[in-house]
């Protein structure tokens, strides 16, 4: 049986005359790899043992969340008890707080941040090195005009996103989190005013990117998609109608050609979404746990925590969520593209 | 990474000197409106600066380049499949005319140029082998009228 298979896929590798070395999708990232199913003919199986891997490797993670958590909970805890001391002035109970679950909440938030700005980094590169593959697939395939604006949209608004993230999202989370805590620390409205406002310029700076990109690539393709077709099926007309003989073997050769690349392109193309995919994954299941951890934290803080603490707390939870946001919004902006590079030629 | 830190270090200080001045200025009604909209000022510059340096020329040259990546990796795919399909279709080409020869038990070689236009029709073909005179007739018609290439453009050796 193996030795059909074997036999069958080398007769396959005959059929296909399109120079398949030159449209494989570059390898997965390493700290991906282990992500990575061997065999990825097949998106749905190959997303789902992308999933069951990264769950798999999740459990440690958990109980490192779980307990910087705990160690958050006992701090809380021991400054409300404190705070029934007659003798200790409310305000340096609160300063004192605010300072142990900074402390506590720097390291694991700057691990995140150093984490999720990595992840944009491996993303982007990744796509760096994707994008020519499926351009050169698609303009085989006889989309020229669609492979051309999708290349320039993605090439631009890869560089545009992780550039705005490492340059300027990445700093200003740090800044966030600088104001956050001396907001906490010394109640001010100003401050609390400026970290609402940082936020928000984040948020939306990362949408707006998103929405443009996608609005562009929704109106472009429809576009190109058309008129590469319409190229496509005026050029196979005037082919086949010049000679009987000749013209049908011109047709039946670029015939095959068309359905090579379209062969090679969707295996690149099926390599590249779950090769995003691997690199997401990880990242996003660390930080997304820290994220509804230090919220459901907040959530018992309310109980018997400060005002402050809880803020605070909320504010870390926040910076938690635009780090998700941020590795999302590169992610998802690869996949959109490779699919609109799969969609191809209508 | 210098002037990241630089850009944080400034809008942290400006943060921290507009919430102490605020605070110092805050019991008096009308001075500190006017302290609030100085600060908030201060801070938006601060937080915008970095945007407003950025160089349109840089951003139009970045596309040129991006543009001009995209058109070569287009044209080296194109030249690919058209290489691959020159190939088919030579092959092709060539098995129709040993094909439509062995039929008159004749026996030959063919080799098929096809033109650089953009038609990839085939242009010149050159054909070996032992025919008789008649058959070689035969076969020339065949190849005029299936495929398209005159007579003259036929080379028999």
């Known amino acids: 049986m193996r030795k059909i298979v074997v036999t069958v896929l080398a007769l396959l590798l005959f059929i296909i005359p399109v120079t398949a070395e030159e449209y494989l ?4 990232p390493e700290r991906a790899q282990k992500y990575m199913p061997s065999d990825t003919e097949s998106f749905a199986d190959g997303l789902w043992f992308v999933i069951k891997s990264a769950i798999k490797e999740f459990n440690p993670n958990l109980a490192e969340a779980a307990k910087l958590c705990i160690k958050l909970l006992a701090i809380i805890i021991l400054v409300s008890i404190l705070k029934n001391f007659t003798g200790i002035s409310r305000q340096v109970v609160n300063l004192v707080c605010t300072l142990c679950v900074a402390t506590t909440l720097i390291q694991s938030t700057n691990t995140m941040i150093n984490l999720g700005t990595q992840t944009v980094t491996e993303t982007s590169e990744y796509g760096k090195i994707l994008l020519p593959v499926m351009t050169a697939a698609l303009a085989a395939q006889g989309g020229s005009t669609s492979s051309a604006t999708l290349y320039t949209g993605t090439a631009f608004f890869n560089a545009l996103l992780s550039t705005g993230i490492t340059k300027l999202i990445v700093p200003m989370v740090y800044i966030n989190m600088v104001l956050c805590i001396a907001n906490s620390a010394v109640g001010n409205d100003m401050l609390n005013n400026l970290c609402k406002f940082i936020k928000w310029l984040m948020t939306w700076s990362l949408k707006i990117i998103l929405y443009v990109f996608t609005g562009y690539l929704s109106i472009t393709s429809v576009i190109t998609g058309t008129t590469d077709a319409a190229v496509l099926k005026a ?33 690149a193309g099926i390599y590249g979404l779950l090769a995003i995919a691997a690199i997401w994954i990880g990242p996003f299941l660390r930080i997304g746990v820290q994220y509804l951890l230090l919220k459901l934290l907040a959530g018992i803080c309310e109980m018997f925590g400060s005002k402050e603490t809880t803020s605070l707390i909320k504010d870390f939870s926040g910076i938690m969520g635009i780090l998700v946001a941020m590795i999302g919004t590169i992610c998802l ?4 593209s490779i699919i609109c590079f799969l969609k191809g030629v209508t | 990474m210098g002037a990241i830190s630089g850009y944080i270090l400034t809008v942290i200080c400006i943060a921290i000197v507009s919430a102490i001045v605020t605070r110092i200025c805050g019991n008096n009604q009308a001075v500190g409106n ?3 909209l100085i600060t908030a000022v201060a801070m938006t510059i601060t937080i915008i600066a970095p945007f407003l340096s950025i160089s349109v020329d840089g951003l139009s040259n970045y596309m040129h380049t991006i543009e001009m990546d995209a058109n070569g990796i287009i044209s ?15 092959e092709k080409v060539e098995t129709y005319i040993i094909n439509k020869a062995a039929t008159y038990d004749a026996e030959i070689s063919v080799s098929v140029e096809i033109s650089a236009s953009d038609s990839l029709i085939p242009d010149t073909i050159t054909i070996e082998g032992e025919v008789s005179p008649y058959i070689k007739e035969i076969l020339v018609k065949i190849i005029e009228d299936d495929l398209g290439i005159p007579e003259d453009r036929q080379i028999w050796k």
Do not use: H, Y
């Open chain 1, 25 to 28: 999708a570059p390898t997965a």
């Open chain 1, 235 to 267: 050029t196979k007309l005037t082919v086949s109608g010049v000679v009987p003989v000749v013209g049908n073997i011109v047709s039946d050769a670029s015939e095959t050609i068309i359905v090579s690349a379209k062969i090679v392109k969707n295996a």
């Open chain 1, 333 to 336: 902006l690869f996949l959109v």
């Open chain 2, 34 to 36: 006017i302290i609030k």
């Open chain 2, 76 to 90: 080296r795919a194109q030249e690919q499949a058209e290489n691959d399909l020159q190939a088919i279709i030579t």
